[in-house]
């Protein structure tokens, strides 16, 4: 069975610019999550897609948005790029998703760098 | 909100040596999940804690789940080369798992 899948892995960005980054599930599941990881921040929660509806949110400003296909593939998009946008963007999919007991399966990420 | 505390936050072992890394949680855990992280790499699920004061063993670790169900340890015996990566735990409640900041662990061979 293939694992989490994102593109690309590698992104250069400038200020000011859009980008979106695109994670497939493992076939079957129907949750995807993206997480922010930046050194000594640890992962920081984006949001949630369920069945293409995003069921949580954490706490990034409106630049962040996704959405989710009917076959469970997730996008990101960050507009208006800022320096500090600059991260490892991580997916990660579950069968059910969040507040559940299952495990997450992370993508190898996609590492998005603003100059 | 939820919040979940890791410590320490970088933790440098000198190989055969044993060490011990703690989670902390402002609220109460339907469950606890920790993963682990390779230099490079992409996090990896270890395990998951459900029961209070659950304690589950891995060959060389062990993961405790603590009694109110707010605290969860992991502590590495003997250890290799192979444990270097950072360990983060997340707690999950009824809406979200929530990360902490994850404990970055070097080896002195």
């Known amino acids: 069975k293939a694992g989490v899948t994102q593109t690309p892995r590698y992104l250069i960005k400038t200020r000011g610019q859009q980008v979106t980054l695109s994670c497939s599930p493992i076939?079957?599941?129907?949750?995807v999550s993206w997480y922010q990881q930046t050194p000594g921040q640890g992962l920081q929660f984006l949001f949630e897609y369920f069945s293409e509806t995003q069921r949580n949110k954490g706490n990034f400003p409106g630049r962040f948005s996704g959405r989710q296909f009917s076959n469970s593939r997730s996008e990101m998009n960050v507009s208006t790029l800022e320096l500090g946008d600059s991260a490892l963007y991580l997916c990660a999919s579950s069968r059910q998703g969040e507040g559940t007991n299952e495990k997450l399966f992370f993508g190898s990420g996609t590492q998005l760098s603003v100059l | 909100g939820q919040q979940v505390m890791q410590i320490p936050q970088y933790q440098h072992v000198q190989e055969g040596e044993d060490f011990t890394t703690y989670c902390n949680s402002s609220?109460?855990?339907?469950?606890i999940q920790w993963y682990k992280q390779r230099p490079g790499g992409h996090p990896v699920f270890l395990i998951q804690?459900?029961?209070?004061?659950e304690v589950k063993k891995q060959k060389r670790l062990t993961f405790q789940f603590g009694e109110a169900k707010k605290n969860s340890s992991l502590h590495i015996t003997a250890t290799q080369t192979t444990d270097v990566g950072t360990y983060f735990c997340a707690g999950a409640d009824d809406y979200k798992l929530s990360f902490g900041a994850g404990t970055t662990v070097t080896v002195r061979a």
């Open positions: 076939s079957g599941h129907r949750s």
């Open positions: 609220t109460t855990l339907s469950n």
């Open positions: 804690l459900v029961k209070s004061g």
